[in-house]
């Protein structure tokens, strides 16, 4: 959070990154002399599409907003699954930039007191959680993959190949972003720097200056992943968001599947046909009409993952955004489509490793309308 106090008036407000599903809390204090009667908020995005004004009434010297609503609201027409895999480096559809406007209120007067911005991200995060560290995926190089980063122009990757410092070592050369802070969020697509036949194992990517949130804080830190090869070619791939904003994947072996076929409506319908009677070879007895529709349930799951892994498929289960790799089209663009998770319970126990187990519902399908 941070703070600053002009003309007697302290205000306490988020941090220029903010992940946006958790309280926004901008907070005024003033000093006993002031004749302010309220403030007036008026949150926009940067692109002026979205425009949302609050007001609050001092109370005891104080006057607070959660500005929280708002911040969500900048994702309100966000395409969450459209993101590219051509370039090495892709803005993440995950981040928008709000400008805050302030203004106090005495009795007659509404009077510009300053205006701030804040970066939005898209979801969420808990006390004791960093946004930062080193995070091992499994880079399954058939398909399409990309991890998260926070950088600006001239930020370094240092890259490790099957444990040696590589030769490859890229910059992004992109403008410094201008929003709250400098950093891109990024998508980084590793197979557009470093070529996967190259690499018997692992490839290990940090960057040493990443923008870094935990506990209310904002500072300039590691990140970095270690991404482990996997050429398998066969299984269901599937992209989700995490509860940070993170586009994640894993490819998942199909256990099992269940359909429900469920009748949506009845009704009565005049054939005008002698129930007794066989015409044509059919025997119409019955008047009623259904339309019919289809529920598919499918079982997934990942044999014997260790405790960390566990851990991050974990965040499949809570994720609202799930899609399902469906191939490549005729641009060899990649084609996806979107499922839910079956809510559960999951299990962790003490074993180094332990099978991973999930539902994913389909869309329902129309089978039949007569």
């Known amino acids: 959070m941070r ?13 220029a990154t903010h992940f946006a599903f958790i309280p926004a809390i901008v907070r005024f204090t003033l000093a006993t002399s002031s004749n302010i009667t309220g403030f007036r908020l008026i949150i926009t995005s940067d692109n002026g599409e979205i425009g949302i004004k609050d007001e609050r009434s001092v109370f005891n010297g104080q006057c607070a907003f959660d500005i929280q609503r708002a911040l969500q609201m900048l994702f309100a027409e966000v395409e969450h699954s459209h993101i590219g895999y051509d370039e090495a480096f892709t803005d993440s559809p995950l981040k928008a930039t709000a400008q805050v406007a302030v203004y106090t209120l005495t009795a007659s007067v509404m009077t510009a007191y300053t205006v701030f911005s804040i970066d939005a991200i898209w979801g969420t ?14 880079w399954f190089v058939r398909y399409p993959f990309t991890v998260d980063v ?7 990757f240092d890259v490790l190949i099957d444990g040696k410092q590589s030769d490859i070592m890229f910059y992004n050369h992109n ?5 709250a802070t400098p950093y891109h969020r990024y998508l980084l697509n590793p197979a557009r720097v470093i070529d996967p036949s190259t690499v018997a194992r692992s490839v290990h990517i940090a960057v040493p200056h990443s923008l870094v949130l935990k506990n209310d804080e904002e500072a300039v830190g590691m990140v970095g992943y270690t991404l482990d090869i996997d050429r398998s070619t066969n299984g269901v791939y599937l992209r989700w968001i995490d509860q940070q904003g993170r586009y994640c994947y894993y490819l998942f072996k199909e256990i099992g599947s269940a359909s429900t076929v469920s009748a949506s409506s009845t009704w009565e319908r005049n054939d005008m ?8 070879g059919v025997n119409i007895e019955t008047s009623v009409r259904q339309s019919l529709s289809r529920k598919k349930t499918r079982s997934l799951g990942a044999k014997l993952v260790d ?9 499949l289960a809570q994720s609202v955004v799930v899609d399902v790799f469906d191939g490549y089209d005729a641009n060899d663009a ?6 839910n998770i ?9 074993k180094h490793y332990q099978d991973f187990i999930f539902l994913i519902e389909e869309p329902a399908q129309s089978a039949q309308m007569l």
Do not use: C, Q
């Open 307 to 315: 405790s960390e892994t566990y851990d991050f498929l974990l965040t």
């Open 273 to 280: 046909n002698v129930p007794t009677a066989y015409i044509d």
């Open 342 to 350: 079956v809510a559960g319970s999951y299990e962790k126990t003490t």
């Open 334 to 339: 990649p084609l996806w489509h979107r499922v």
């Open 3 to 15: 703070t600053a106090t002009t003309a007697g008036i302290t205000m306490h407000y988020p941090n």
């Open 150 to 156: 926070f950088a600006k122009n001239g930020t370094s």
């Open 175 to 179: 403008e410094d972003t201008e929003g």
């Open 125 to 138: 995060i808990s006390a004791r959680e960093s946004s930062g560290g080193i995070m091992r995926r499994k």
